[in-house]
């Protein structure tokens, strides 16, 4: 883990980028952590192998699924101005 100012990284973005193949690289703004620079593959990793939304509805059994949405408060939507 190496840790870098906002201005350090602006001069030295190359050797940034080569830090963060060895792990996560901390940038701080005044002082603060603020921001991470890491490769795709940690951040993919971070993640899991989560499926997305597109991959759970292409499912066989997804049209099994029951879903009831809220009925929403008469008021909030109104009908659009199309004039």
């Known amino acids: 883990m190496t840790t870098v100012s ?3 990284f602006n001069q030295a973005i190359s050797q940034a980028k080569k830090a963060a ?3 996560p690289l901390f940038i701080t703004d005044r002082g603060r952590s ?3 620079l890491m490769t ?5 990793q ?5 499926p ?3 991959d759970l509805l ?7 699924i029951e879903f009831e949405p809220p009925r929403l408060r008469s008021g909030i939507v109104r009908p659009p101005d199309l004039s």
Do not use: F, M, W
Not at 46 to 50: A, D, I, R, T, V
Not at 58 to 64: K, L, V
């Open 6 to 8: 906002s201005r350090e």
């Open 34 to 36: 603020a921001y991470v």
């Open 21 to 23: 193949r060895d792990g």
């Open 58 to 64: 292409a499912e066989p059994d997804c049209a099994e």
């Open 46 to 50: 971070l993640l899991g192998n989560q």
């Open 40 to 44: 795709i593959e940690r951040y993919e």
């Open 52 to 54: 997305s939304i597109l």
